[in-house]
Each structure stands twice: as C-alpha cells, then as structure tokens.
C-alpha cells in the first residue's frame, strides 16, 4: 500500500512548484528505455474489476470471421466508474467476492507486453471517465474537429502549450523542470491560472492539448528523440485521495 500511495507524488510537486516557462518543442519528441517508461507510467493508478482470487474479470470476445478469441479485461481510470460496474454485474448474476483492485498504469503495461508476447489473447481496455471525455471532445469541436463523445477513442490527457510557439507550459521544483502532462482537466485549468497570474505574457496565450494516452505511449516507446523526457504524468487528486483512503492507520510506535 505505501507504494500506491506514493503514486501521489507527482501530484504534491505541482502544488508547491513555480511555473516555469514554454518549452518548445513538440510532442512527438520523446525517447524513454523501458524502465523510463515504466517509472512515469507507475505514478498513474488505475482499477480493475477482480474476482475473490484476485483474477481480473473479463468478457470473451470472438472475432467477426470466428477464427479468433479474447479475452478483454476492463481497466477503469475513475474509481468511481469501476465501482458503478460492479454495481450493475451484482444486479445482473449472483457474485461474491467481486472487488475494485487498484494497480499502477505500469502494471496494466507489462501484463499487456507479456501477453502480447506469449500470444495469449489478453487484451486491457482501458476505459475513461465520460466527464473528460466530453471535455475533450469539446475542445476539438473548438479546434475545428468533427468529432462526437461515441467517436473518441482511448483515454484523453490534457496539456498546456503555447498558441503562439507550440511550446508546453513547464513547471519547476529545485533543479527539475516537467512538462506536466494531466488526467484532470480541472486540475490543468488551475494550472494555467497560476501561470497567467504569474506571467502577464502569457494572458490568453495558452491552450489546451488533448492527446490520447495510448498514442502519447507508442510515442515514448518509438520515437529516437530525447529531448522531452521531462514529461510527467499527473493523475486526478480524486484518484490519489481514493487510494490514499485504501491505507491502514497507523499504528503506535510505527
């Protein structure tokens, strides 16, 4: 449990940072190794749905010319979410044991590597919370995309960036300079309010970037570019306080 609850580490140096400037630069260029990859994907919680073993639930899918079966399992970015389908499995069947399990997003990756690799047929869907989608697809609407909440595929990720250079707001604590890069709309608004209060140069210059959270993955994994290593994943303070609240008290003495 003391390592879900450092996922919210990330979360406390965003508070207590001083905005930073736009780095101009653009997505597509980043270069992690694996275990780079894993250390920022291990800050994001996400849930799945498991039985009393502790075994993901999972639907078996056949494909449309038969040939083929999978297995998909279902991975909540809300906790909220994951607890209104066992709601809806519970009226549906007799269940027992049926739980929210929560697992860090670098998990739910290596089990998907591993299970592509053996060739086992496992797929995770991930599934997102239906608030940020519509807040996403609205902010492509404005952009001029014809695009509608049915149509939006994956789970959106939000960033600021400069409509002026294309450059991403930063944020800096000591040494270290992050492109953050939020889960939480809301959150990310703040942010911009902060950074506009504290740069006038920046009043109405910044925008925000949806980009899809499996598309900005593949990037990490393929591009040959360092210069973006400073982004960081932000997940939803709800999310962190959820997993916060799954802690055992202290007791005396430790």
Known sequence: MNKLIRWGTSLGMIGGTIIGGMLAMTLPAFALTEAQLLEKLTVVPMFTVTDASGAPLVA????????????VAGVFVSHADAEDFIERVQQGEETSGVQITPVSLAEVYSLQRRSDEAEAGL??????????VNFAVNLLQEAGEEITAEEFSGVPVFLARSSADGGYLTV???????????????????????????????????????????????????????????????????EIEYIRSLAPAATPGE
Do not use: H, M
């Not at 899918?61 to 079966?69: A, F, K, N, Q, V």
């Not at 995770?124 to 239906?130: E, R, T, V």
């Not at 939480?184 to 109405?204: F, G, K, P, T």
């Not at 899809?212 to 939803?236: H, K, R, V, W, Y």
């Open 172 to 238: 800096s604590q000591g040494e270290e300079t992050v492109v953050p890069a939020f889960f939480d709309a809301e959150a990310l608004e703040s942010l911009i309010e902060r950074a506009e209060a504290q740069n006038d140069d920046l009043v109405n210059t910044i925008t925000i970037q949806v980009v899809n959270l499996s598309g900005i993955i593949a990037t990490l994994e393929n591009s040959e570019n360092t210069d973006l290593e400073q982004l960081e994943f932000i997940p939803s303070q709800d």
């Open 60 to 71: 078996n899918i056949t494909s449309p010319d038969g040939e083929d079966t999978f297995s």
């Open 123 to 132: 797929i995770f869907q991930y599934l997102p919370n239906a608030d940020d």
